[in-house]
């Protein structure tokens, strides 16, 4: 339909209307999105309201197992007198569309679409697998006591019998999918979900998997911590009843009785499917064992899967049995044998001539071998593998040591010269004759992995591929034990390719790529640990690490840095560089959980490592200082710092000085130091000094120069040259995101900035949307209970309680204090600056009895980490001083005062600025005693130190100079 022909349907507004039908009736989300979005096009419309859900939900109940027209439910929507002016237009467009004679093409495609429609269309699932139907043969009274146990508020295990090899192939998987696709058209259920939990790691990572858009569709599905998505998801499936959950091959003991203990009291609304080769299930589950296909369903099987494809003979129905009797009646065997003779167009007795031929082949390979696969399945893949070209078996090869969860295509399209390469090593190892693949050729990976599909060794998924576990582990158990580790080599190699073709794992834009690979990295570095490979292992580790610690995953992150140091460190021993830099990554994460003892630790270690092998002045070296010194910075020890931070640029500068990488980055930390010990000048100096580095060896828009202008600014700001400083953060701001767009954390950063700097330039009506767009970044990226999203709340509120719209300052401000108590434990600096200024609004507004406590609690835990962040703590005691003096409580409120200028003057000396600002207060105080005398010269010292330091025209010092003015 073109443009011209009338009213067009906002395809937005029919998404997010589809979705809001989420009442257990899955009908209204797949018709309206399915048929209409996929037919009709236009531009955004408004979100629908909660009314609207309402009505919908209500019109699809209404229409619940009955056989429903498109234009019923449009008729049922347009008489809810609830509904909004503006939905009710686009209820009327839909009905124009289907009424107009104009679009009667419009309205066949949409009755077509509708009778077409498949079952995978009309519900919501994930099954790996299509519907086999017929195929599915000796298993009906197993469907069936399914639907009987489960229909009866059990949880029920498939597994096998205790005679049937651990490795499985007997069809689990295969029944809970078929019972899964029976019970969607059956309408049992709106939705099947389908989890492999064979790991800890795999159950989180696929239940969090259910909150994306094409399934649950929950709010919370983008965030990267993974426990809240998991928590949703969990909650979502409270809520609703008529679904069913698969999971998938939960083998090992551990799995089984976490399922038991944690996970299936929340599953408890609809029903629960496991597949597992474990019968020792708790009694409240009931356990149904199955074992292979009896000769005579493996034999109709072979004569259906076949029929119309193989080679027809008198005795197929004899020749079907003998196959199906070699065999064993394993499903995933008898599927493959299928697949031989339907693409060698051979009958049953070819295809045993070869399968022997196979089988002594096993034999002899395997002899003396404990073989966990059964001889028939190994004799079966091993036929098919025998017709593969070098290409498709070199990817099947590598494929087989990654994870059985689905692997990216673009991991192999980008890496095509590793495929080449391991071409190359079959006709050698395997002494026979493949077809050639040249380096010059271009490999079609996709064409090569259809190939794969047909033979039935992998499923295609949208974006990538699976291999059965079983087909996996007879893949490696065909190579020879002296060649698996140059094969596994290569499929660690292939994997570091890949990711270093993508934005670092720590960066926004590489957590989809690393969301796809993370079950294969670990399953990758836990095979080449039992090789003792350790290259490219270790940096695999770090990087997986890295991720995972972007993404909140802390201790995960953790046992991943240690368990790279310790592979370093029997690998090249504990005084190598490369155990220096494991050591420096982990001391970073203890950084991040303020563990800084042990952090200090690590990098001083790092740091002797680095000296001993490169010698003292190697940049090396400097880099390690740097770290350390960034660490003294962070807790404090300022002193300690500075002289560390200085060697580190002379070293650099005796190593090619400005022409290094890290040289304009020493500089600028080295400022942010002197910033923060008031050295606002000296600051400057090297600020501008890293600026034109980067502005001369680097693009004018590169981000490191965006970064060396936001810093610049944020001085500029605190020495109150506020129309300096905000060309230059508009800047860096557009330099962010011309690079890395409109919704990545440095946009966030730069908004926040330039909203804080236009706060202290009483612009407070440009600076709200900036706050509040900072924040609703932050919330899409991390999720809501992020600690970055408690600073942008709490930036937020402060804007909001200057500009006297408490309420919503107050709700803001509680939201960041529940943040940072959850996410960094109730005794962390952050959330005394959280009280802090929960307090000062309580006070503000005349709620002193409640504004009291939460400033003695802040000031209880700033005792604790004096000095922690800078000044933080003096500056507790003097909001709680100020409190005091407010209800007359005058010595005691002296007492802290005096105590905080203590505090400040020997963190930050004598002549900074918080000082200054102490003896302001304590001035302030002697004045309402009538201390007159006393409190001049605090003022006048007061007014001298920032007139010095800001000069005389600073905010700060034109209201101490009028509190002077005051005591005459």
Not at 426 to 447: H, I, Q, T, W, Y
Request: charged share 30%; with cysteine.
């Amino acid at each position: 339909m073109t443009d011209n022909k009338g009213p067009v349907i906002a395809r937005n507004f029919m998404k997010k209307l589809s979705r809001g039908a989420v009442e257990s009736i899955p009908l209204g989300g797949t018709l309206l999105e399915q048929v209409i979005c996929r037919t009709l096009t236009g531009e955004a419309a408004n979100k629908e309201t909660a009314k609207l859900h309402s009505a919908f939900s209500g019109v699809l109940e209404k229409f619940k197992g009955q056989d429903v027209r498109l234009v019923d439910i449009i008729g049922e929507l347009e008489k809810e007198v609830a509904l909004r002016d503006e939905i009710r237009v686009e209820m009327g467009k839909i009905a124009a569309l289907l009424e107009d004679p104009e679009n009667a093409e419009i309205s066949e495609r949409l009755a077509s679409a509708v009778e077409n429609m498949s079952v995978a269309d009309m519900f919501v699932n994930n099954l790996p697998y299509p519907l086999i139907g017929k195929l599915l043969k000796g298993r009906e009274n197993e469907v069936e006591k399914l639907r009987y146990e489960l229909e009866a508020g059990r949880v029920v295990t498939i597994s096998h019998e205790e005679e049937v090899y651990k490795a499985g192939g007997v069809g689990k998987t295969r029944l809970a999918v078929e019972y899964g696709w029976r019970a969607l058209e059956a309408g049992r259920y709106w939705g099947v979900f389908f989890v492999l939990a064979d790991t800890q790691g795999s159950l989180n990572r696929n239940l969090a998997g259910l909150a994306g858009e094409h399934l649950l569709n929950l709010p919370e599905h983008n965030i990267p911590e993974q426990p809240v998505i998991i928590e949703a998801v969990l909650r979502e499936l409270e809520k609703h009843t008529d679904w069913l959950l698969i999971l998938d091959n939960v083998d090992s003991k551990d799995m089984a009785k976490r399922l038991s203990e944690e996970v299936l009291s929340r599953l408890a609304a609809g029903h629960v499917l496991i597949t597992s080769c474990r019968s020792d299930w708790p009694d409240k589950i009931a356990n149904l064992q199955i074992n292979g296909l009896n000769e005579t369903d493996a034999a109709a099987y072979l004569l259906e899967r076949t029929e119309g494809e193989r080679k027809m003979l008198g005795d197929d129905a004899g020749f079907s049995g003998e196959v199906a009797n070699k065999i064993g009646g394993y499903p995933v065997a008898l599927e493959q044998a299928a697949c031989y003779i339907n693409r060698c167009r051979m009958g049953f007795g070819d295809f045993l001539k070869d399968f022997d031929k196979s089988g002594k082949k096993v034999l002899s390979r395997h002899r003396g071998d404990l073989i966990k696969n059964p001889p028939a399945v190994l004799a079966t893949i091993q036929t098919i593998e025998e017709l593969l070209g070098a290409a498709e078996h070199s990817i099947l090869r590598l494929a087989c040591f990654f994870s059985p969860e689905p692997i990216p295509v673009a991991l192999f399209e980008a890496q095509a010269e590793r495929i080449s390469e391991a071409a190359w090593l079959l006709p050698r190892e395997m002494r026979a004759e493949f077809k050639s693949v040249g380096s010059e050729c271009k490999l079609d990976v996709r064409d090569l992995l259809s190939e794969l599909a047909k033979w039935s060794l992998i499923t295609l998924t949208d974006d990538g591929f699976t291999v059965h576990r079983v087909v996996q582990e007879c893949i490696i158990s065909g190579i020879a034990k002296d060649k698996r580790n140059a094969w596994l080599e290569l499929a660690l190699h292939l994997m570091n390719g890949y990711i270093c073709g993508v934005p670092r794992p720590d960066d926004v834009r590489g957590w989809p790529v690393w969301n796809g690979v993370e079950s294969h990295v670990r399953v990758l570095v836990s095979r080449a640990d039992d090789f003792d490979i350790s290259e490219p292992t270790t940096r695999l580790m770090n990087e997986l690490g890295l991720y995972l610690k972007s993404r909140g995953r802390f201790s995960e992150a953790e046992l991943l840095y240690l368990w790279a140091m310790e592979v370093d460190e029997k690998s090249f021993g504990p005084e190598h560089p490369n155990v220096a830099v494991r050591l420096n990554n982990l001391a970073q994460l203890l950084e991040s959980t303020n563990r800084f003892e042990q952090a200090e630790f690590l990098m001083q270690r790092a740091l002797e490592i680095d000296q001993k092998w490169f010698g003292p002045e190697h940049p090396k070296v400097a880099v390690r200082l740097n770290n350390l010194a960034e660490l003294l910075r962070a807790t404090n020890q300022l002193g300690q710092a500075e002289p560390l931070l200085r060697m580190v640029i002379g070293i650099l500068d005796r190593n090619g000085g400005e022409r290094l990488e890290n040289y304009s980055a020493a500089l600028n930390n080295l400022a942010q130091l002197l910033k923060t010990t008031n050295h606002l000048e000296q600051a400057e100096s090297l600020m501008r000094r890293a600026l034109e580095i980067d502005e001369r060896n680097l693009d004018a828009d590169h981000p490191k120069v965006s970064v060396r202008l936001n810093n610049l600014a944020q001085l500029l700001k605190e020495m109150n040259r506020l129309k300096e400083a905000e060309p230059l953060i508009r800047l860096s701001l557009a330099i962010d995101e011309k690079t890395f767009g409109c919704d990545h954390p440095r946009i966030s950063v730069g908004l926040n900035n330039l909203g804080q700097l236009l706060k202290k330039m009483n612009r407070l009506r440009e600076a709200e949307p900036l706050m509040r767009r900072a924040l609703e970044i932050d919330e899409k990226l991390f999720g809501p209970n992020h600690p970055a999203v408690a600073v942008r709340l709490n930036n937020l509120a402060q804007l909001l309680h200057a500009t006297k719209h408490l309420r919503e300052a107050e709700l803001l401000m509680r939201r960041a204090l529940d943040i940072d108590e959850k996410m960094s434990g109730p005794e962390h600096p952050k959330v005394a600056i959280r009280l802090n200024n929960l307090a000062g609004l309580l006070e503000d507004t005349n709620r002193l009895e409640q504004a009291e406590p939460l400033m003695r609690r802040a000031v209880k835990i700033l005792e604790n980490h004096e000095g922690e962040p800078p000044g933080s703590y003096a500056a507790a005691l003097n909001n709680l001083a100020n409190l005091l003096k407010a209800t007359n409580r005058l010595d005691e409120a002296e007492l802290l005062m005096r105590c905080a200028l203590e505090i400040d003057e020997g963190l930050f000396g004598p002549n900074h600025p918080n000082v200054a600002v102490d003896l302001n207060n304590l001035a302030q105080l002697l004045k309402e005693t009538k201390h007159i005398r006393k409190a001049r010269p605090l003022m006048r010292r007061a007014l001298q130190i920032l007139e010095d330091s800001l000069g005389p025209e600073h905010p700060k010092s034109k209201v101490v100079k009028r509190n002077l003015e005051s005591l005459k």
